[in-house]
Structures are given as structure tokens and as C-alpha cells.
DNA sequence: CACCGACGAGAGAGCGCTCTCTCCGGCTCG
DNA sequence: CGAGCCGGAGAGAGCGCTCTCTCGTCGGTG
């Protein structure tokens, strides 16, 4: 303890663990990396100092060394909302889905000792900043979560050759592995339970038709349908939000009033089909069937509570993690894409 | 470009960039970071070597010399969940209110350069985890939110004189700054309002009693009630939860069928609520009146649409943002804390 | 014309760490 | 008994950057 606090103000060094522990600085470089060759006795010393000391390895120092930096990033890329009047940074934040994503991966990330910086591209200036952020050697890896199937940050990815995982499969094919649900396999569970109910006129309120897992959700349905005997699905277009669910319901009942049964293509929309449903004089589930897709919060808010096709989003997001831990140790294996199989939660609307 | 690449593999140095502009490492170091005692020409050709090697700057390097890192670190303390089956790290983040807080925070941190890294505490083992890192020097600043009123963190962190701010006054008495919305005043908004619908026999559904926040909540809305000259409270406390706020409601109307007006401490809380009343024969608003707390998402979305106090979260947390850079630019010059003002939001509820 | 101040640019010393290389001493084995 | 080997520890060279110190040059002044 005696020559503690050297300099003052400053932090102890791994200099001043050495000198406090009477070795040199490479052993109690050793003892703090976990080097199997050093002796018991001189081990303890160090320890010892360290505590005495109270010492943290300098990060940025070892960085630099070693070219790692044990942290990732968490990139969030949206489309531009410019016709915002207050400027709304990560409009992503906000849905219950993005937190489940960042959940899964920091139970994987945590326990690894990974750090996890946040960032936003949400325009052009951005994407130049986070490209350019990355490009440093700040992090390690990337998961990349990205809602616009038009978004270039994907390929510019993985021109970086820095490891990456995608949240959902890319709009255009980038060389990079993703993690997603099987989206036809969903629809397919919802068709089932809705045909299994004796319903056959059955429509559905899809996602953006600009979305590769929106379309894959309508044609799997349509598919899905199809095999079961069950053909011509009318069917509206939704923006996977919960006003965008109303009116496409709405638009779908004055067209279809006989209908029985609704797929919509999220839970979030759905929260807007069920009060249309209600209102128009329909009972849920009695006269109308709904299932919903996700499986999120807003599936048991619902009234009456939605059966839905569920996506494991945290085990999901685990998985995301896992994929970025391998490729950051072992460089060059870009290991597959994993596509996970969703399943039925049958509540109450279906 | 000739001598760009020097060495296989690696990203461009600065002494890449001063070989190829023909100029020393100090000058081109001297235009990186914007030094105005450099020859025009000079600048010129760092500049352009910059571009020819895209070059981009080592953080490491750099921070282990100016000992800054242009990053913050985000904080999220939360009480252990222990009982959870599944292992679900940060609860927090699936709240769209956290959601608007980091938007908010990264509306002021993102063009002040500085980086974001998410980190949630919510064990003894994880707060250590969390103390080192920070103590690392990896970043220059922390945000702290904490929903835990025994929170031990915030004293922790005010010891480590790391520049802090806190979302919401700390349980404890530590010294750090915070920005918080003022509660009583939001209660006495609620009050009036109510009062002023010719409400007599008024209600509130509150918050834990154990948080801060719940009970100023509550002492406000009672103080206020009194000042208007109804008395009498009867209250009931919820979790801040949707289950939660419906279990307290249900209590309340048992004990007291007569009441016309509730103020509800969170408008998740009032989520609960409404469907409670409306299922026991009341209409909302013509029987009974209800405000909510926050002006979260849920309250647009709630039926009918929720009369609410307004916490203007992404401002209050700009305000963080500001305070915190501030309190890394000038060290030693703790700002103080700021209270915001709530608003009344009319929509339909009372 | 000699001197001085100012200004622009370079040299070089670290920041705190890791890691290779070297060295030392004690052991085994021919 | 000497050569070789190996485990364990130290010396020291960087990693890429910033920043102080120094130096050279030029314009202005007595």
C-alpha cells in the first residue's frame, strides 16, 4: 500500500502494480491476462497490488496493442423521417421489439466481456459518421439492425470485411449472415389455425409489400391457404403500424364484408384491426378470426388477447450475438445464417 | 496514392499520411484536429493524402494520450430479476419511455461527436462489472437511469467524480446532478383539471411508495385536491405496471363505487385502469374521469384516449445530454440539476 | 546592417499496455 | 559429468497518436 498513488489524481498503471508487487511489468501483465506461467507465490503478490492499488487495465493502451477493443456496435438504421417537425433520433427505440433485440444480446455480449456502443443512421451524414466510426477499429463487430429494404449500409458493411450480423435478412443481397424467422412457416401456422376453425373466408392486412419478410408473410400465407384448399386471398396493405392496421382493415371489410378470418401481419397492426373489427359489429373471435405475427406485448394487451405466430426474438438476438463472438475469433469463417422456426401462441382472438 | 498501403491489411496511420503529403506527423496531425498554425498549401495536401489513403484516425491511440475517449457511457440500473425463469437482461429497454429517452440523448451527444455505450446493471456482480469499466477510463461521462429508489449505484458513481447525470433525483442523497419533471406540479394539473369537470369524488391510483417519483405523485395530487377544497383521498398503489394499474382500480371501486375522477400515476397504469371501469358499468369520461401520467405512446392509444400529464422526456433528456458535456468540458463545475415543467395534454379520458 | 520576435514546421518523448526475445537456473539424459 | 531442455521471469521494442520543445526563417525595427 506504501507506494500507492504515485502520481497523483491519476490511476494506477500497470507499472505501479509491478513496483507495489516487486516484480516486473511483463509478469503482472501475465498474472492479469491469465498466463498459466507464472508462479503461485508471485501470483498472489500481484493480485495483491492490484487490489492495494485498486488497478484497471488502461483499455485504450491495450487496444492499441492488440487490436481488439471488446466492444461491439449496435448500429440502428432507419429511413430519414425529415418530415418530422422535432427531429426523432431512432424512432426504433421506441418499439418493444428493438429492446427485446437488445436484451438477447447482452445476455450473449455480457458474459463475454463485449462492450456495446449504440449508434444511429438515419441519413446520409450519419452513415458516412458510422462507417467512418467503425472503419477506426473502435469495435470489433457490427450487428446491424436495418428496417429499410433499400438501405445501403449492408453492402458498405461488408466491404469493410469488419465481422457483422444482420437482424433480418437484407434487402439486397449483401454477403453477410443474418438471422431471421422462417416467415412462410409463420403464415403457414396461421392459416392452419384459421382454417382449422372451419373459417374460409379469410383475408389478410400484410406489411409493406417493399419488405422482403412483408411479402414473404403475404405469400406464405397465400401459399399456406392455397394447400389447404382455400383459394382467392383478398388482402390489404398495412404499414406495421397500429393506425396503418385500422384503415387497412377498414378498407378490407368494406370490400369483404363476410369475411371470418384475418391474418395480419403484425401484432402492433392488428391492435388496430381488432377495435375495427369490434366496432363494425363483429365479435373476436365468434364471428371474425385474428392472428396476429410476433408474438410482442401488444399480443396480450390486446382485447381480447391475440393469438399469434411467435418469433423468438431474444433467443433470436442470443443467437446474433454468437454468430458476431465466432466471426470476431475465428477471422475469415463467416458462418451461416440461421433461420429460426417460429411457433403458434393461441390466445384468444383465434 | 503511390505509397498508399504500406504495410498489408492495415488501415493508414498518420504516418502514412504525413509520408505521402511530405510533411512531418506533427502537421498532419496539427490539421486533423484543426490547428490554425498551418500553411494553407500544407493543409491542402494533408488533405488530400487523407483522402488518397483514407486514412482514418486510431481512437485507441489517440484517447491513450489526451486521456479522452468522445464517448459516454448509458446506464440502466435495475432491481434484480431474479425470478424469472428466462434470464431477461434489461427490462427496461422493451419501455417505449427509455426508448424516447435515448433519442433524446443521442439528439445532443451524436453532433457533439461522442459516442454511446449501452450498459445495464442489475446485480452486485453486474454493478462491478459496470464500476470498472467505467473506471477503466473508457468514457468520459455517464448517464444513469435508475428505477431502483435503494439504488446504490449513484453513490457509487458520485464517488468516482466521473462526470454524472442522473434521470430523476437519486433515492439516496448522492451529489449529482439530475433532471427530473416536477412532479407536484404535474398532481396539481390533474387535480385541476378534475376539479374543474365538477369532480367531487376523486381517486388515485398510485405509484409504489417505495420510489420518489410515486410519492410526489401522490402527496402532490393530495395537496392539491385539498387546496381545491376536496378532501378525503382514497388511493390505491399500483406497480407502474398495465396488471398492475387494473388490480389497484379494482380495489379502489370495490372500496369506493362512487368515485368520478381518478388520477392515474402513469398512463401504463392507466392502460389497466380504463378497461376496469369500463367493465364495471362506468362510462369514461361522462361517470368517471381519468388522467394519466406521461404522455406515453399508450396513452393515444388507449380507448378512450387518455387525458394525461406530459413529461417532455426527449427535452429532459437533451437537458442530460447538455449537462453532461458540460460537466466534461469544464470538470470540477457540477452543473445543477433541472426541473422541467409538466403540461396538461387534453384528449379524452376526463 | 545586426538583432529580435513571431510564426510555422519538425524532432522526439512519451501515454499504458502486450508480446517477443532473451536470459537464468534447475532438471533430465546420454 | 557435461550438453541440452524447459519453465519462469525480465528487458525492451513498439502500437498510433498528441504535444512540448526546439529550430529555422522571415519581416520589422533601432
Known amino acids: 500500500m506504501a507506494t500507492e498513488a504515485r502520481r497523483p489524481g491519476r490511476p494506477a498503471t500497470l507499472e505501479d502494480v509491478a513496483r507495489v508487487a516487486g516484480v516486473s511489468r511483463a509478469t503482472a501483465s501475465r498474472v492479469i491476462n491469465g498466463s498459466p506461467t507464472v508462479d503461485a507465490a508471485l501470483r498472489r503478490k500481484v493480485e495483491e497490488a492490484i487490489t492495494a492499488t485498486s488497478y484497471a487495465p488502461n483499455r485504450a493502451a491495450r487496444s492499441l496493442v492488440t487490436r481488439r477493443t471488446d466492444s461491439v456496435a449496435l448500429v440502428v438504421s432507419e429511413r430519414e423521417q425529415r418530415q418530422l417537425a422535432t427531429p426523432f433520433i431512432g424512432r426504433m427505440f421506441t418499439d418493444p421489439h428493438f429492446g427485446r433485440v437488445v436484451s438477447g444480446l447482452l445476455q450473449v455480449l455480457r458474459p463475454a466481456g463485449m462492450q456495446t456502443v449504440l449508434m444511429v443512421a438515419d441519413d446520409e451524414a450519419s452513415r458516412r459518421q458510422v462507417l467512418t466510426y467503425l472503419r477506426q477499429g473502435h469495435v470489433d463487430g457490427v450487428v446491424l439492425i436495418s428496417s429499410d429494404p433499400n438501405d445501403p449500409l449492408p453492402r458498405m458493411l461488408s466491404e469493410t470485411a469488419l465481422p457483422t450480423v444482420l437482424a433480418g435478412r437484407p434487402g439486397r443481397s449483401a454477403a453477410l449472415p443474418y438471422v431471421e424467422v422462417d416467415q412462410r412457416a409463420g403464415a403457414q401456422l396461421a392459416a392452419e389455425r384459421l382454417v382449422a376453425q372451419g373459417r ?22 397465400r401459399g399456406a391457404l392455397a394447400a389447404l384448399g382455400v383459394t382467392g386471398l383478398p388482402w390489404a396493405e398495412g404499414d406495421f403500424t397500429r393506425a396503418g392496421g385500422a384503415a387497412a382493415m377498414r378498407r378490407l371489410l ?12 403484425s401484432d402492433l397492426m392488428a391492435l388496430g384491426v381488432v377495435p375495427v373489427l369490434l366496432r363494425a359489429g363483429r365479435r373476436v373471435p365468434e364471428d371474425v378470426g385474428v392472428v396476429g405475427f410476433d408474438d410482442s406485448e401488444a399480443a396480450e394487451a390486446s382485447e381480447p388477447a391475440l393469438t399469434t405466430v411467435r418469433q423468438p426474438v431474444e433467443d433470436m438476438a442470443c443467437e446474433m450475438a454468437r454468430l458476431l463472438l465466432r466471426q470476431i475469433r475465428e477471422p475469415g469463417a463467416a458462418p451461416p445464417s440461421v433461420v429460426f422456426r417460429p411457433t403458434l401462441v393461441v390466445r384468444e382472438s383465434s
Open 200 to 221: 374460409r373466408l379469410i383475408g389478410t392486412v400484410a406489411g409493406p409489400q417493399d419488405m422482403p419478410a412483408a411479402q414473404e408473410r403475404l405469400e406464405g400465407f
Open 254 to 265: 368494406a370490400d369483404h364484408p363476410g369475411l371470418d378470418g384475418v391474418f395480419v401481419a
